[in-house]
């Protein structure tokens, strides 16, 4: 087991999604008490729910509904020492010239204002409370070049590093540690989503994009939403104590 997880309490947020469902099992695993705080519009079913873990749904786009899994940390478990801010979504594939500005509303409130004000109800909690703990942002290997037709989902993702690296400098003396983790493309719903729309926007079919996705990664596989949940675990444990302000990719030879 991974050293300063037993018996902390870690809030995951975007619970209801692949890599959410396979982090809360991890954290459970190794012995934390977990928060799971999903969309309060997912069909997350209770058979579905990990064992160990108290859900909360919420909308993370408003001030109050980004507070609930803090409350709920507070009224289950006497607080929070932990966050994986892992909510986000992917958006339409489109060119810039006739991406909508509806969606790009969309995507920028979930991905850049639903994460800020998540961490702000974190880092409240954790300054009032003078105690140390650790962030996790949740951005993408999108965060740190661009595709073609993913532009807005490109933005929000270097908008949520760059949210991460501010937010690193405010509070690192405090004992607050704050990274991000960049995956690849993980298979899940999200990567299904992304083929069918990029495929369209290219004018292929779903399974020529995925081959030429695959071909561009060097183990020439996605990742599994267990692979960035352990590597969420280990950030956010106390294996890495001195890590604080990095960015962490997982693509799977994609940035070689």
């Not at 532009?151 to 607050?176: D, F």
């Amino acid at each position: 087991m991974l050293k300063g997880l037993k018996g902390k309490t870690v809030l995951v947020t975007g619970a209801g999604g692949g890599i959410g469902r396979a982090a809360c099992r991890r954290f459970v695993q190794e012995g934390a008490n977990v928060v799971a705080a999903v969309y309060h519009d997912d069909p997350v079913h209770v058979p579905e729910h990990e064992p160990g873990a108290v859900y909360v749904a919420c909308d993370i786009r408003s001030e109050d509904g980004a507070a609930e899994g803090v409350k709920a940390a507070a009224a289950h478990f006497g607080g929070l020492d932990l966050a994986f801010l892992n909510a986000g979504v992917e958006g339409a594939a489109a060119p810039v010239a006739s991406f909508s500005e509806a969606e790009y509303e969309r995507v920028f409130d979930v991905n850049v204002r639903g994460t800020f004000l998540c961490a702000k109800a974190v880092v409240n909690h954790l300054i009032d409370a003078e105690k140390p703990g650790s962030i996790l942002f949740m951005a993408s290997i999108a965060g740190l070049q661009g595709f073609a037709f993913t532009s807005i989902y490109n933005a929000s993702k270097y908008a949520v590093i760059g949210i991460a690296n501010s937010l690193a400098h405010e509070v690192g003396a405090r004992g607050i540690r704050v990274n991000v983790i960049c995956p690849g493309i993980v298979d899940t719903r999200m990567a299904r989503s992304l083929e069918n729309t990029m495929a369209a926007a290219a004018g292929v079919e779903p399974t020529a994009m995925r081959a030429g996705l695959v071909e561009n990664i060097g183990l020439r596989r996605y990742a599994s939403p267990e692979e960035v949940a352990a590597m969420a675990a280990w950030i956010l444990s106390d294996e890495v104590p001195y890590c604080h302000g990095e960015t962490f990719t997982l693509g799977g030879g994609m940035m070689a």
